[in-house]
């Protein structure tokens, strides 16, 4: 084995684009993968790239993140099936159109277009919608992709510029400067950054706890949804912490498909679906649009996604010197990538950065935990 | 029941099938394919067994059918899905 | 004691038997098949010919019927809510089954093989076009290629012909050396000899050739002719169909949705066909390739032990395991020579749904790598087209079974009536 600056473990969407942060910055990279590139939770989320206000630290990241994708957009390979569909936050009532209005300001301050439509201008945006919907906020600028082939492209990228790239390589120790695999033998470096996604096996300690979502993928039916539609009602559900909780997010794929969630749920490590919480995620999304109902569906998934008790990425160094996160992305990991990896290369490399990234620094939970 | 024979409409012409025929064999009949690929190509029925889903058409409004499991009834309307 | 509830899905030979035999012996037992009539695939009922039965066909449903067992047709299992339900799509509509003992006599479908110009018009699996002609194709007057391998081809080509088509030839990939442990078991069982000289008398001087496979179809809206080749010698013949299947591959997609184990390609099964799952049993072509005898066998045996009436009579065991060997002849006689695997060039659609080629799957490196890069196998036959074929062309094992089986409206998954009308969750 050559000689390397850092060795990335873990080959999702967050750790391709660190590879070629890494690479860029002229480190000398490999990067290692018990599976195939993209295969984790990259291969069963939804690629919606979106700017989310839950904390200001969470907008800055999205925003910030998604101005990437904007700029890498011309760029990036038709199996990226990157386009600039939209969101539309639906409203179903009053209580909601004032979330509406509240996260349009928001948004503004943020620099981040948004617009406000009418329960009209929402029924022609999407007519397949049900009828008696308050109305909703447009944020034209957020965009769909295809989460494996868009981690393959950061890795190529990577490749290009030198970085090695090892599937099929379980590691079972990190830290202290030396990885080990599974087949006995390890490599050395000065720099480790973990990018394992919801797996903590290396680092039991790390406060990310596994949040299951279920996800069902029609036959083509293009030209039925034009934007990503998520209600609002999300924002009462998806965020709580503890309990199980389903929301009608709906996306419209480059094929045509439409990709209908969410769920999420503690607490439950199986791939196995969950028919009680598959039923009532579709039934909640048959709600806001009836004509689901009879378009076909081919196959049903479930992924995990990283989450931690704040709701905020882990990125940067480590009591252990030479090792550093890149983790815990829960459901915006696909949007955040390409900041994460920006911010995740300063920390390594003792630059600064163009967001502020303390809110983001794994310290933080350690911190809170001994002042709690 | 195999003389008798029924009128759908492929692709807007009528034609004439015997009763009890597959909407499959019926699209065979009128040389119309099922389904234009995702790359363009016309395609037919393959295993005939439902298996392959080859056979997609849009029947009676309602597409990705099934027509190698879709017995012909009178009047119905097939049409290549594209 | 309240009797038994059996369940058996599939109603062809591996199914019938079972379900005789269970309900014989004391079961309450129904029977499910996605097709309208019961039979499978080689007794499949014909449109044209509603009068015209099989023998053993209609053996196999008397005895069905005189046992008291129930067939409940047109539903198709599509997925398994909770380890002991099934849901079954009927007609657009949608039915829960539970059972006490569950037995799948699923079958198996064609293997296809990619080679350029398989997916015309005009190019048929060779069973494919059996089962359409028995829908109501008429193939009278149409010159017809035959090829692939196993002994389906002669059964096809001799059906067609008798609904007045042309055959042009067979081509058998298998070379006459390969087979010959095969005819020669052929004429230890008498009883499938019969069926096979059937076939070489309805064919007459129809040409079969060993050794011999397609290399392309031509045609530009449809097919006009095929490539044949011996490996030395290349002709092409003029045709308006070709129907082409490579042998058999087990349907084992709702055993493993229901966690059964399997061993290779198939499930894995007891001495009294019962899966690694404690009450499901399997019987037939799932099991391992070995024809409509090994089916009937092994469904009988299934019943049997459904209805606890345990140890299977010797004879029974004696006739699987005779079955069993001919299976293996038959696998070894019809084994893919190395070429066939070789046909698809650079641009040959490989993955059907998504028209991924098979220069896309080269640089692959296994399955989901393919799938998750490529969408081989993501489209709504879920991998058992293009999954098999990659196995063969790559060795490459399809790594899980998702719901549902097949695709199916999303209303479906909440069908169930107690949650259909019921607020959802928020
Ligand atoms: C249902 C669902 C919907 C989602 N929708 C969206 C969305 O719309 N927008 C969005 O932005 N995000 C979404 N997400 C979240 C997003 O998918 C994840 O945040 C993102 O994929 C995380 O990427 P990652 O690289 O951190 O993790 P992963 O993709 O899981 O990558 C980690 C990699 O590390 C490898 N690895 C782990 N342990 C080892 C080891 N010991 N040795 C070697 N390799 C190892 C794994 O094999 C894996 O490939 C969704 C998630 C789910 C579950
Ligand atoms: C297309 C085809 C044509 C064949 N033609 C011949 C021939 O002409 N001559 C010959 O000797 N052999 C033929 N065979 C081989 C023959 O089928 C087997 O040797 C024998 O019939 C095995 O019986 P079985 O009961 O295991 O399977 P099958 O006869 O295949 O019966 C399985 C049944 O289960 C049904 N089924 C499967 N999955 C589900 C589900 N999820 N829900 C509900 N129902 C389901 C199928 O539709 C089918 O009716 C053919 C096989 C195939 C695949
Ligand atoms: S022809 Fe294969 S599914 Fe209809």
């Known amino acids: 084995m050559p000689d390397f600056d850092l060795v990335i473990v873990g080959a999702g969407i967050v750790g391709c684009a660190c590879a070629l942060e890494a690479a860029r910055a002229g480190l000398r990279v490999v990067i290692v993968e018990r599976g195939v590139v993209g295969g984790g939770t990259t291969a069963a989320g939804m690629g919606h790239v979106v700017v989310m206000d839950d904390s200001p630290a969470q907008l800055a990241l999205t925003a910030y993140s998604r101005s990437l994708w904007r700029t890498m957009a011309p760029e990036l390979p038709g199996g990226v099936e990157y386009e600039s569909r939209g969101t539309l936050w639906i409203a179903a009532d009053d209580e909601e159109m004032a979330e509406v209005f509240s996260k349009q300001t928001t948004y503004a301050q943020a620099g981040i277009a948004s617009q406000v439509l009418d329960p009209r201008e929402l029924a022609e945006a999407e007519p397949y919608l049900r009828s008696g919907l308050a109305g909703a906020l447009l944020v034209p600028d957020d965009g769909v992709l295809y989460p494996p082939v868009a981690a393959e492209y950061f890795l190529c990228e990577a490749r290009r510029l030198g970085v090695v790239f090892l599937s099929d390589h379980e590691v079972v120790r990190c830290g202290k400067g030396r990885i080990q695999f599974a087949n006995g033998t390890s490599i050395e470096s000065e720099r480790i950054l973990l990018a394992s996604g919801a797996s903590i096996d290396l680092l039991p300690s790390l406060p990310i706890q596994k949040r299951k979502g279920h996800l069902l993928i029609t036959d083509r039916y293009p030209g039925v949804v034009s934007h990503q539609l998520v209600e609002l009602g999300y924002l009462k559900s998806a965020h709580k912490l503890t309990a199980d909780s389903v929301a009608f997010n709906i996306q419209p794929r480059l094929t045509g498909q439409l990709l209908i969630g969410s769920s999420r749920q503690y607490g439950d490590e199986s791939r196995e679906i969950n028919h009680a919480i598959l039923r009532s995620m579709l039934e909640r999304a048959i709600e806001y649009m009836p004509c689901l109902k009879g378009l076909s569906g081919i196959r049903v998934w479930t992924g995990h996604r990283a989450a931690t008790a704040d709701k905020l990425p882990l990125i940067g160094p480590t009591a252990d010197p030479t090792l550093f996160l890149a983790m815990g992305f829960e459901g915006l990991g696909i949007t955040n990538a390409p900041g994460a990896a920006v911010l995740a290369i300063d920390a390594l490399l003792g630059r600064a950065s163009i967001i502020d990234a303390a809110p983001y620094l794994p310290s933080r939970i350690q911190q809170e935990a001994v002042h709690a | 029941m195999p003389d008798q024979q029924i009128v759908i409409h492929v692709n807007g012409s009528p034609i004439s099938v015997p009763a009890g025929s597959m909407l499959s064999a019926a699209l065979l009949m009128a040389s119309a394919p099922c389904r234009i690929s995702t790359t363009g190509e016309p395609r037919t029925a393959l295993c005939g067994m439902g298996i392959c889903l080859e056979c997609r058409a849009i029947v009676n409004g309602v597409p990705h059918t099934r027509t190698c499991q879709t017995v012909c009834q009178e009047g119905m309307r097939v049409e290549t899905q594209s | ?426």
Not at chain 3, 236 to 254: I, Q
């Open chain 3, 1 to 426: 004691m309240k009797p038994a509830d059996v369940l058996v899905i599939g109603a062809g030979p591996a199914g019938l038997a079972a379900a005789t035999a269970a309900s014989r012996n004391g079961c309450r037992v129904a029977m499910l098949d996605d097709n309208p009539a019961a039979g499978g695939q080689i007794w499949r009922a014909d449109i044209t010919r509603p009068h015209d039965e099989d023998p053993a066909r209609a053996a196999a449903i008397a005895d069905f019927h005189t046992s008291g067992a129930a067939l409940l047709p047109g539903r198709r299992i599509v997925d398994v809510p909770s380890p002991s339900t099934l849901l079954a799509e009927a007609g657009g509509h949608f039915e829960t089954y539970r059972w006490d003992r569950l037995i799948l006599a699923t079958g198996a479908r064609e293997r296809f093989l990619p080679f350029p110009g398989w997916t015309l018009p005009g190019v048929f699996g060779a069973g494919g076009l059996q089962a359409l002609v028995k829908g109501g194709y008429p193939v009278a007057g149409k010159r017809i290629v035959v090829a692939g391998t196993g002994p389906l081809l002669l059964a096809v080509a001799a059906h067609l012909r008798e609904y007045g088509a042309s055959i042009v030839t067979v081509v058998e990939q298998a070379s006459t050396l390969q087979m010959l442990p095969f005819a020669a078991s052929l004429l230890r069982s008498p009883g499938k000899l019969l069926q096979g000289a059937g076939y070489r008398r309805t064919l007459g001087a129809t040409p079969y050739q060993t050794g011999c496979w397609p290399i392309s179809g031509q045609g530009d809206e449809t097919l006009r002719s095929v490539t044949l080749t011996n490996g030395r010698r290349t002709w092409t013949v003029e045709c308006d169909l070709l129907a082409c299947g490579f042998h058999l591959v087990p349907n084992t997609e709702l055993a493993q949705l229901l966690g059964c184990t399997l061993q290779g390609s198939f499930v894995q099964v007891d001495s009294q066909q019962q899966t690694s799952v404690a009450g499901i049993y399997c019987a037939g072509e799932p099991t391992g390739i070995a024809g409509v005898d090994a089916a009937q066998v092994q469904g009988e045996i299934a019943g049997l032990a459904a209805a606890d009436c345990s140890p299977p009579p010797t004879r029974l065991l004696a006739r699987r395991a005779k079955e069993a060997a001919f299976g293996r002849r038959l696998t070894h006689a019809f084994r893919l020579r190395p070429e066939v695997l070789k046909l698809a060039s650079q641009e040959t659609i490989v993955c059907r749904c998504e028209d991924v080629t098979f220069s896309q799957l080269q640089t692959r490196s296994n399955w989901t790598d393919a799938k998750l890069h490529t969408r081989c196998g993501m489209g709504p036959c879920q991998g058992r087209i293009c999954g098999s074929a990659t196995e063969a062309l790559f060795g490459w094992q399809l790594t899980s079974v998702r719901a549902p089986l097949f695709p199916i409206p999303v209303s479906a998954f909440c069908d169930e009536s107690s949650s259909l009308n019921a607020p959802s969750a928020r």
